[in-house]
Nanobody
Framework: QVQLIESGGGLVQAGGSLRLSCAAS????????MGWFRQAPGKEREFVAS????????YYSDSVKGRFTISTDNLKTTVYLQMNSLKPEDTAVYYC?????????????????WGQGTQVTVSS
């Protein structure tokens, strides 16, 4: 069974940092794009960051570019999201995602496995 488990969420002050982790199991992930989405109350789920199927490229939404960094181990058994210079508007539930289809460069979220989410709250 494919399983994605997020951890590392919590409460942090504006300007602070937080590191999220996603532990992946149930299949091999080396040829699949993986990444992070987030959803704030009353808003649609939005893309945050992803790593390509090869692990050689990273992609970020404009709202987090320059502040967040995504990384993985060699086999993508763990995916990290380092979040720096956090803002109150970053407050959301963050979801780990893994593409169901191999060899896609970017992660669309249209056909993916999802974790249960971890809450990130940034105070002002």
């Amino acid at each position: 069974q494919v399983q994605l488990i997020e951890s590392g969420g919590g409460l942090v002050q504006a300007g602070g940092s937080l590191r999220l982790s996603c532990a992946a199991s149930g299949r091999t992930y080396s040829s699949y794009a993986m990444g992070w989405f987030r959803q704030a109350p009353g808003k649609e789920r939005e893309f945050v960051a992803s790593v390509s199927c090869s692990g050689g490229s990273a992609y970020y939404s404009d709202s987090v570019k320059g502040r967040f960094t995504i990384s993985t181990d060699n086999l993508k058994t763990t995916v990290y999201l380092q979040m720096n210079s956090l803002k109150p508007e970053d407050t959301a539930v963050y979801y780990c995602a893994a593409d169901k289809d191999p060899y896609n460069d970017n992660l669309s979220g249209l056909n993916a496995y999802w974790g249960q989410g971890t809450q990130v709250t940034v105070s002002s």
